[in-house]
């Protein structure tokens, strides 16, 4: 029975072109410089900070461009490579050599995973010598008694979190362009997907709170959706995540994963050229 | 384990044994039919042709056998392996029709991705890279990204995609398309030899006298049917006549006074009996 089982090389082979392609692509330049230069620029933004600290609105302003462009990357990348190379027959030549099809998928998603990753350790290595320089600079000042201490481990934590966030919703979309015909419908669906998953846990309470039947069922389906505020780190000096919790957060986001694969490949498989 | 079915006969290259494929149409509507129970079978060795006008089913056929699409009914079988077994398709080169390949590699990095895929040794690889670049006639162009290729340069480095795991089998989806004369004469030229190399190789074309000219066996498709199917020999027989192209007219006769004055015949040019045949097969079927 071969049904599950992977080649290791053929999907290390499928990984390393599409990071390839993403990588040659403007587009995917584009938003790195553009998240790049908005993390770096997060220290001229610093008059709009509605009275919080400065590093906090940095470490806010930088995580919020992460987030923001790290979310579109995790959409719109599995939808061009797999709904995309679909659409457009390239799949069809490889697909057409002794390639399973679960090796194509679990492929393109470690590809799509490894330069989420790359992104968002850039971007977090960026924003972290941004606030050090600036702790620097603030540590004799006044103002520097209500600035959190951010650490390096604070950082790679909150990274490591937004990763496992844009993995587990690159893992939904996936599974949503073996479904759609094509990318733009994998993209739509994959920004609904995001939306409401940042807005599951308020959605659920609400509807489950009004007693109604049809409430309740609509509450029970919201709760199906993946639950991207698990993913929000504390600030320092706040109560922080204990490390069990992490590992909760990583076990729910590896859950889902697993779910958003194994879905990609059994509609992959079925799916006709 | 994939369950195989009892084949139509003696192992074949390729097979479609009773095949049906539907496509649905949506909305209660009947499903589209763009096979019907056919039987194809391609020997091993030589070069099989695949004619019909559009819409026969002729690459609906192709990608059956490439496992690409699944059948409604029926079986189709590589060497006596289901098709949609990926091992089994190790043994298959693939040429689509209208050619699409990834616009960000340089043609010489795909071939490199596709060797790989297709387990070709790392020791050969950069040898066998350059092998079948220059059979293509594609060596200046091979560092370029596939984006700038025209429309004949991607059906060259298709072929070479194919060529390049040396398969013992080529399935060719309309290979001439949008190649210019002497492209078409070149490819020509390649799938005679590799035949001579003992490949089976099928292939669809529209240019029938191409395919007159290059195959050992063809089958014509239409409606979803296999309406003609027959051995080189059917239509070579039928076109025993010189054709004499380019010489002016009062050399013709004067070659065929030489021919007749030696107890030879000439007789009319019927080189485009394929043609012939073709068109008879496909008008009746329309009937």
Known sequence: ?273 | MTAIAPSCGPVAALELCEVTKEYPSGCGRMPLRALDRVNLRVGLGGIFGLLGPNGSGKSTALKLLLGLLAPTSGTCRIFGLPSEVPEARRVIGYVPDGPAYPRYLTGREFLRFMARLTGVSRSGREGRLMEVLEWVGLQDAADRRIGGYSRGMLQRIGLAQALVHNPRILILDEPTAGVDAVGVTAIDSLLTRLRAEGRTILLTSHLLGSLERICDEVAILAQGRVVYAAPRSAWVSRSSGLRVDALPAPEQIALRHWVEARGGKVAAASADSLERIYGEAVRAAVR
């Open chain 1, 1 to 273: 029975m071969r049904a599950f089982a992977i080649d290791v090389g053929r999907v290390g082979l499928i990984a390393e072109d599409t990071i390839r392609e993403v990588a040659r692509q403007r587009l995917f330049a584009g938003f790195v410089i553009g998240a790049a230069g908005l993390v770096a620029g997060a220290h001229a933004l610093r008059d709009f900070n509605f009275g919080a600290p400065e590093l906090v609105f940095l470490v806010d302003c930088g995580f919020g461009a992460l987030t923001m462009f790290g979310a579109v990357l995790a959409i719109v990348l599995p939808a061009q490579c797999l709904a995309g190379d679909g659409e457009r027959r390239v799949a069809q030549t490889i697909l057409a050599g002794p390639v399973h099809r679960g090796d194509f998928v679990i492929g393109k998603y470690l590809g799509i995973v490894a330069l989420i990753g790359l992104f968002c350790a850039a971007l977090t290595m960026i924003l972290a010598a941004l606030v050090w320089l600036r702790q620097g600079e603030l540590s004799g000042a006044a103002i520097g008694a209500r600035e959190p201490d951010f650490d390096l481990s604070w950082f790679a934590r909150h990274a490591v979190l937004q990763w496992m966030k844009l993995s587990l919703l690159a893992a939904v979309v996936l599974w949503l362009a073996t479904l759609a015909p094509g990318p733009l419908g994998a993209t739509v669906a994959g920004f609904l997907v995001f939306l409401v998953g940042h807005l599951q846990p308020v959605a659920e309470q609400i509807y489950r709170r009004s007693g109604t039947l049809a409430a309740e069922s609509v509450g029970r389906v919201i709760g199906v959706f993946p639950d991207f505020q698990l993913f929000a780190e504390r600030l320092p000096g706040n109560p922080e995540l204990a490390t069990t919790d992490f590992f909760r957060v990583a076990s729910y986001a590896a859950g889902y994963i697993a779910a958003g694969c194994a879905l990609a490949i059994h509609c992959f498989r079925r799916r006709e050229f």
